[in-house]
């Protein structure tokens, strides 16, 4: 079914819109979390599942939710989680303790999970012309920028007026109304009963993922436990083998690995991927850093790292437009290049200048924006049509996953640094030492305990945008050699064999 360009692009901004839903869960946590963590009494490991249970969960069923969209129908799949997004909205929102609110940020992952592939899918069906497809793909990365961006601010905007449950009671409205616009705008649900859909596979590959999680977050404390360490690390290894060994054996694997082949399909799972780290590990960081250290609210702290997503929208868009003349190379390795000068300009001058920081974050999100405009394109354009559900799964997980090992590996490794060098005065008790809030509570207005843990709260800041910053470059030069050989004419046609 063709459907007219007037109903085409409303159907994408049904979609972009539960696009939006599922990237600003993602990050309207990170300006929320000291709120949350005083209302609720959780300590710094929920904290960190507070955030993590949603990405994890949802990278480890997004391959699945992706094949059974193509049994099933991508619309049905789309309306199926946005439903139970709803639902999980409004039990996220009346928590009463850490463990429940980590229990429905799993439910809502599920919801994201069924609807995330369906919304890149359904572009992939709907729009056939090639660079109509390509700009509203690049809308549609656009969105996962500006969502990501927007989480902050929004939770900021709420928590000066209402109880922090309103960070997910926001979401209710927006369902409702996408649920009835697509069944309004959405194509005939496009279900092929001869898929096959392997549930053991989303287990082995949610496996996989909380081991590798819980490895990380372990081996980061000050007193890591390496028989924990070592169960964490064979459930993500086990789980890993079999999930492969899996999925060679099935006549209709929830992945083929055959599709790695391609190179630009391999640069756009590496280019979300990387962006999405990157986007993730400086929101968090900054916004902790600036509401603890500077003392700004939720509100300016999330304004400060919207930054990023005013750096990346024009160049997102641009992306997807100029495509087909430039080729992904520019847009992609250089997008991560320049998001690398950006981020050295955040790494040295977060605490002498706001000036140059914003700056740096301007420029981060620019070649972000470029990068993330063109990698889906790179994903959907490189696959036929009977497998966009496969493909638009894979690149739902790389950049769940790049979220995700964002939040583990930093938010740990912030935490670890910050425990290890912090230099506490005479007196002053140990568990001050188990993180900034902790000393920031404990200080009772004792300038040489908030100064002490203050500065080393700056020192972890500056180790964790090392970190940062050596990811994007290595995206970079990954990206660039996938890509050294793909010219203009070849961005959406590349060769099947590396």
Same mark, same amino acid.
């Given at each position: 079914m063709v459907l007219s360009a007037r109903r085409r692009w409303l159907l994408l901004t049904v979609v972009s819109a539960g696009l939006?839903?599922?990237?600003?869960?993602?990050?309207?946590?990170?300006? &929320?979390l000291p709120t949350l963590v005083e209302e609720l009494g959780a300590n710094?490991?929920?904290?960190?599942?507070?955030? @993590?249970?949603?990405?994890?969960v949802?990278?480890?069923?997004?391959?699945?939710?992706?094949?059974?969209?193509?049994?099933?129908?991508?619309?049905?799949?789309?309306?199926?989680?946005?439903?139970?997004?709803? %639902?999980?909205?409004?039990? &996220?929102?009346?928590?009463?303790?850490?463990?429940?609110?980590?229990?429905?940020r799993a439910f809502l992952a599920v919801g994201a999970a069924a609807m995330m592939p369906a919304t890149l899918a359904l572009i992939r069906v709907t729009f056939e012309d090639e660079r109509e497809r390509n700009v509203a793909i690049a809308v549609w990365g656009t969105l996962a920028i500006v969502g990501s961006a927007l989480g902050p601010i929004i939770s900021g905007l709420l928590l000066q007026s209402f109880w922090w449950g309103s960070v997910f009671l926001v979401n209710v409205p927006v369902v409702i109304v996408a649920l009835v616009a697509t069944l309004v705008l959405a194509p005939p649900n496009d279900a092929d009963p001869t898929k096959r859909w392997d549930l053991p596979s989303s287990l082995l590959a949610l496996v996989a993922l909380v081991g590798l999680v819980m490895a990380i977050k372990e081996t980061a404390k000050p007193e890591p436990a390496p028989l924990f360490i070592g169960v964490a690390v064979l459930a993500a290894a086990v789980g890993g083998w079999a999930f492969a060994r899996r999925q060679r054996r099935l006549p209709y694997p929830l992945l083929d690995?055959?599709?790695?082949? @391609?190179?630009?399909?391999?640069?756009?799972?590496? &280019?979300?991927?990387?962006?999405?780290?990157?986007?993730?590990g400086v929101q968090l960081i900054t916004?902790?850093?600036?509401?603890? %250290?500077?003392?700004?609210?939720?509100?300016?702290?999330?304004?400060?790292?919207?930054? %990023?997503?005013?750096?990346?929208?024009?160049?997102?868009?641009?992306?997807?437009? %100029?495509?087909?003349?430039?080729?992904?190379l520019p847009l992609v390795a250089g997008g991560l290049a320049l998001s690398t000068v950006g981020s050295v300009l955040i790494l040295l001058n977060f605490d002498t200048s706001m000036g140059l920081l914003v700056t740096g974050l301007l420029i981060t999100g620019a070649g972000l924006g470029a990068a993330m405009s063109v990698a889906s394109s790179a994903i959907i354009g490189n696959v036929p049509a009977r497998r966009a559900g496969m493909a638009s799964s894979v690149e739902e997980v790389s950049y769940e996953f790049g979220s995700l090992i964002a939040v583990a590996l930093l938010g740990s490794l912030m935490t670890a640094v910050y425990a290890a060098t912090v230099d506490l005065p005479a007196g002053a008790p140990d568990s001050a030492r188990d993180s900034l809030d902790s000393a920031l509570a404990l200080a009772g207005g004792d300038p040489s305990l908030i100064t002490a843990a203050s500065d080393a709260f700056d020192g972890a800041y500056f180790t964790v945008m090392i970190v940062v910053t050596a990811v994007i470059a290595a995206g970079a030069i990954a990206t660039g050699l996938l890509l050294r050989r793909h010219g203009p004419g070849s961005a959406l046609s590349a060769p099947t064999h590396p």
């Open positions: 939006l839903l599922i990237t600003l869960d993602n990050s309207i946590l990170y300006a &929320a710094s490991s929920e904290g960190l599942w507070i955030i @993590n249970a949603y990405p994890v949802m990278a480890g069923l997004l391959l699945g939710s992706g094949t059974l969209g193509d049994r099933v129908g991508h619309r049905r799949m789309f309306l199926i989680g946005l439903a139970v997004f709803g %639902v999980a909205s409004l039990a &996220a929102a009346f928590s009463p303790t850490p463990e429940t609110l980590i229990a429905s690995f055959a599709i790695f082949r @391609n190179r630009a399909f391999l640069a756009g799972v590496l &280019a979300a991927g990387f962006s999405m780290f990157a986007v993730a916004t902790q850093r600036f509401q603890l %250290v500077e003392g700004f609210t939720p509100l300016r702290a999330g304004l400060l790292v919207a930054a %990023v997503a005013v750096g990346a929208l024009p160049t997102a868009m641009a992306g997807g437009a %100029v495509l087909h003349r430039v080729g992904l």
